[in-house]
């Protein structure tokens, strides 16, 4: 076994009215949810910017809120993977990093990539769109540069430091179980998503990074239902194999980022600290 990751424990989004009185305190106003969510888990997967462009000084703040050892993973936008289908991507890849995402400073981790279930793997188009992906801070901010009109006196195109950007898909259609898709993500170094998803899509558990990316969203029902004890006792193993290299096929030591999207029910923060008792 050559050398050991560090892992990460976090949840997908923390602003849920139905975690209020239930793993928020009673009480608690909705601007300390984070600082709070941060006391509890070790990383928190930022959905908002899935959804639309978010602003620097939102991601300034989010930075801010949070311990100086905390660690955000950043979803890639849906205009990317939904819209545009991956084809064509540089302009709008350029909005996103363009947006603020270089605000978070070290305390960005990877940017992932959610493909819809519908998208099946198509070679051409997957490797233009890796290919694009910035590797480093220094090279998105020189993609932001080339940003739209749209986010003309809005857009934070500096990085504070070059550091490396890691990158991971979650795919969620069959045909991405081939061997020409596990191999064109290994030539990219992107990490291919382990998805738990109560059997919705393919759980695929092929090392294509030097990272594991896991996402938990409910073990019998999607989004809603809770991990077992028995459950968290078997992923707490695998995890420990990854970070040591014990589970891995070529003996190296991976970090992990795990994140908990079951939390229709309010599962998933309370998942994510049961299994960071685990690992610890």
């Known amino acids: 076994m050559a050398g050991s990751g560090v892992a990460r424990v976090g949840i997908s989004g923390w602003r849920y009215a139905p975690w209020r009185a239930v793993f928020y305190p009673r009480g608690l106003v909705q601007r300390d949810e984070l ?12 959905n908002g910017s899935f959804y639309s462009l978010q602003r620097p000084s939102s991601y300034e703040r989010w930075r801010d809120e949070t311990p100086d050892d905390f660690v955000f993973s950043v979803k890639g936008g849906r205009f990317i993977t939904h819209m545009l289908s991956l084809r064509n991507a540089r302009s709008a890849l350029a909005n996103f ?14 940017v992932l990539w959610q493909l819809p ?80 998803a ?4 393919p759980q695929l558990r092929e090392f294509t990074s030097d990272f594991v990316y896991v996402r938990l969203h409910g073990a019998e029902e999607l989004y809603s239902s809770g991990y077992t004890d028995a459950a968290l006792d078997s992923w707490a193993r695998d995890i420990r194999g990854w970070l040591d290299g014990s589970g891995s096929p070529d003996g190296i030591g991976r970090d992990v980022y795990v994140y908990f999207d079951n939390d229709a029910k309010v599962h998933a923060p309370f998942d994510a600290m049961h299994l960071i008792e685990r690992l610890r």
């Open 35 to 46: 600082r709070y969510a941060a006391e509890h888990v070790d990383s928190v997967e930022l």
């Open 198 to 201: 109560a059997g919705r899509w």
């Open 97 to 110: 990093f363009a947006s603020g995402v270089l605000a978070l400073g070290p305390k960005l981790g990877p």
């Open 117 to 196: 279930e519908r998208q099946r793997f198509d070679r051409v188009t997957l490797d233009e769109f890796l290919s694009l992906l910035p590797r480093s801070t220094k090279q998105a901010a020189a993609l932001a540069r080339d940003h739209d009109a749209r986010l003309d006196g809005r857009a934070l195109t500096e990085a504070d430091l070059d550091r490396p950007i890691r990158h991971a898909l979650e795919v969620r259609h069959p045909n991405f179980a081939s061997p020409e898709a596990i191999d064109l993500l290994r030539q990219h170094g992107v990490a291919l998503v382990v998805a738990d």
